[in-house]
């Protein structure tokens, strides 16, 4: 190749990763059964991959990145040799795949991957890390493969996995001449000599790396070491010579290629061009939690094109409640609270306008009048907005719009939906989350907390009409006009009323549990021979599995699983008693928890107030929390003597239960048109019992319990 003007500072630093060889360890290095999604989608060597390749860019700080990766299994080494790399196991099942979600993820972060087809990753690397070295660049090559050692030298260091892709040595000249008793550049002539398993590449039988260095020393390379072959005596000399042809075929392919064209040169291996928004898909579709905010933190807001890249400047208005009086439009509303959930300020933002009100001080009462008005609004979880402006004593109503909701329905698998996280995914854009913190005055005399107020109101008048056009394109505006916002003030009324509680029935339950607990503790420990922390997977192994004798349940990275699925599982084969109280004692455990749970969660008005979340489940199904009252068993007798102390308050005449009947059947019937269907709902009909009728040719009449549940089963599995 021609020469080149080095476009890099003699600080650059640059790393290469073979992307193949690290997942496959990343892939073995995690237990599969631990890292699957919702879908079934296997994730545990993209997890890895992604650990190993943060933990390295911490670590190393390089100023350029590449990751190489194999295109195809076909290479002239194959063409040459059709051995090679031949006998290796099959790819299994759950690594298929992961590999392309590595490469969409690394083209989010804006990190270059490289591949050729007809040549190895090896090769791509080999050639970058020899013109980055050219460059004046310090190269760090991240590989499982043995033959990048060969790239070793006092500007290339290659990290090695000896650990999962936890560990990684640092091979620099010194340490391979250590190992391996050659220098780097000799190390694929020792390699030729005692062949590579992984590859399929056979030595010669009976030389190991001590006899194939010392020969490579003695005679001052593989190339005297065959000319001069004669003069190596006893067998191993015979066996050496006998296979010469093999030698020089397996010093040919682990040549590594350093002069490769490539689309790419060092320079252009600067990390740049990444989406935030696309490594937030991801997460969200891969379930990385943990890894989601470093993932991020490799882009710079700034560096990402957005609609909007800044907040257009609004007026400030020094007197809220007199500029709200005066308006007719939709306006959007921030709220601040306390730790106690009661409303502090409050702050408004139109196109143009943004003004704060301080509530503690002297709430004005046109802005008290306004937010009790139905002129429209738009607030980012108007929910809690309600409550927290109740317990300051203000009432609101007119709300026409909520960002959350509204980014609910448009992006239904993400992780949360909190203002900050909508307003740096929509518009490049960063805000206080509304922690109060800091009193220092600002222009108007207002304090730091207003202006971050007034701040807040801004992004969610910016995100409003950005919203706007998103739900009109996915056509759900009325999904939210409709349904979301009005079942949001019936749970707004429902948390604000709460549910009337028997406590001295609770009280007895929880003794009652409590009781239980204990006695089957006792069973347990007496079927055990001794006794032991039943909650201690260690100890529970010991005594199932050492001193038991019981059949093995799934191997997990502790030992062999003892959650409540694998034990039921074993009692089902073994019957064993110390199993059956074992059981009996986490269910009483959990009964007594809810009950625990729920005494605690009552009020001083004897009533339980949960929180219904409606931004929880991608399928649009409510959540509750604090307490979680969808928690409480529905099928047993303990579950229905707990549900017993939920009672009608005084003044009224019963509680009503209200759920959908067969709901999602109810879709299918609309969606797909069946007439049959159709008729049957319209019919009163029970449809499983319908549909079980022409699944098994009976009448519906004719249609038994097990028909019905397995017409259920497959109904609901479609």
């Not at 007119?398 to 909701?405: I, P, Q, R, S, Y």
């Not at 604000?496 to 009280?507: F, H, P, Q, R, S």
């Not at 006794?531 to 260690?538: H, Q, T």
């Not at 979340?613 to 047993?636: C, E, K, M, V, W």
Request: aromatic residues 6%.
């Amino acid at each position: 190749m021609g020469s080149r003007v080095s476009l890099v500072t003699t600080d650059a630093r640059l790393l290469l990763i073979d992307g193949h060889s690290m997942a496959f360890r990343a892939f073995f290095a995690l237990p599969v059964e631990n890292f699957t999604t919702a879908t079934g989608q296997s994730t545990n060597a993209i997890h890895g991959f992604l650990s190993m390749l943060l933990r390295v860019l911490e670590n190393e700080r390089p100023t350029h990145v590449a990751v190489a990766f194999d295109e195809g299994s076909t290479t002239f080494r194959t063409t040459e040799y059709a051995e090679y790399k031949a006998g290796r196991d099959e790819t299994p099942v759950p690594f298929k795949g992961q590999v392309p979600l590595i490469r969409e993820m690394l083209k989010a972060l804006g990190i270059t991957e490289v591949s050729r087809e007809n040549y190895e990753a090896d090769d791509i690397l080999a050639t970058l890390s020899t013109q980055g070295a050219g460059e004046g660049m310090e190269v760090l090559v991240v590989s499982g493969d043995r033959d990048t050692f060969q790239l070793v030298g006092d500007q290339v260091t290659v990290l090695y996995p000896v650990q999962g892709v936890t560990v990684l040595n640092r091979m620099t000249p010194a340490a391979v001449e250590e190992k391996y008793g050659v220098p780097p550049h000799r190390y694929p002539e020792l390699a030729a000599l005692t062949g590579e398993t992984a590859d399929n590449l056979p030595g010669v039988p009976g030389v190991g790396p001590g006899f194939a260095s010392r020969w490579i020393n003695q005679f001052d390379g593989l190339e005297n070491v065959i000319a001069r072959a004669d003069e190596i005596g006893g067998k191993k000399g015979e066996s050496l010579r006998a296979h010469i042809p093999d030698v020089l075929r397996n010093r040919r392919l682990n040549h590594l290629l350093t002069d490769m064209e490539l689309p790419v040169t060092p320079a252009d291996l600067t990390i740049e061009g990444g989406s935030r928004e696309a490594v937030r898909q991801l997460c969200d579709t891969l379930e990385f939690n943990t890894l989601r905010d470093r993932l991020l933190a490799l882009i710079p807001v700034d560096g990402e094109a957005t609609a909007v890249a800044q907040a257009e400047e609004r007026r400030v208005i020094p007197h809220l409640g007199e500029w709200l009086a005066g308006q007719n439009g939709r306006i959007a509303v921030d709220v601040a609270a306390d730790a106690a959930g009661v409303a502090t300020l409050i702050a408004a933002a139109d196109r143009a306008t943004t003004g704060s009100a301080d509530l503690e001080v002297a709430p004005e009462p046109e802005a008290a009048a306004w937010l009790a008005s139905d002129a429209p609004k738009s607030l980012h979880g108007a929910k809690a907005a309600w409550h927290q402006l109740r317990a300051a004593g203000l009432e609101l109503e007119g709300v026409t719009f909520d960002t959350e909701l509204a980014s609910y329905l448009c992006f239904p698998g993400q992780r949360t939906y909190a203002l900050p996280e909508m307003l740096a995914r929509l518009l490049g854009r960063e805000v206080e989350s509304g922690d109060p913190s800091g009193q220092g005055e600002l222009d108007l005399g207002l304090t730091d907390l207003q202006a971050e107020a007034r701040e807040r109101a801004v992004a969610i008048d910016d995100l409003t009409e950005l919203l706007e056009q998103e739900l009109e394109k996915r056509g759900a505006s009325a999904l939210l006009t409709d349904l979301e916002l009005p079942v949001q003030v019936s749970l707004q009324r429902m948390e604000a009323i709460g549910v009337a509680m028997d406590d001295d029935l609770l009280e007895r339950l929880e003794a009652e549990f409590d009781a239980h607990v204990n006695a089957a503790a006792a069973e347990a420990y007496r079927e055990a021979g001794r006794e032991l922390n039943l909650s201690s997977p260690k100890q529970l192994q010991e005594v199932l599995f050492e001193e038991l004798k019981m059949p093995r349940t799934r191997k997990t990275k502790t030992g062999y699983t003892t959650d409540a699925e694998a034990l039921s599982e074993l009692f089902a084969q073994t019957g064993h008693p110390f199993l059956q109280h074992l059981l009996v004692h986490r269910e009483q455990i959990k009964l007594r928890q809810i009950v625990d749970t729920l005494r605690k969660s009552i009020r001083d008005d004897g009533r339980i107030h949960t929180t219904f979340q409606q931004t929880i489940a991608a399928t649009g199904r409510l959540s509750s929390f604090d307490p979680n009252l969808q928690n409480i068993p529905a099928r047993t007798e303990e579950g229905l003597r707990i549900r017993e102390a939920f009672v009608v308050s005084e003044g009224h005449e019963c509680l009503l239960t209200a759920d959908y009947s067969q709901i999602e059947m109810r879709v299918m019937a609309h969606l797909s048109g069946d007439e049959g269907l159709i008729e049957a709902f319209r019919g009163g009909e029970d449809l499983h019992r319908f549909v079980g009728s022409q699944v098994f040719g009976v009448t519906p009449s004719e249609v038994t319990s097990a028909m019905r549940n397995k017409v259920k089963a497959m109904s609901y599995g479609l």
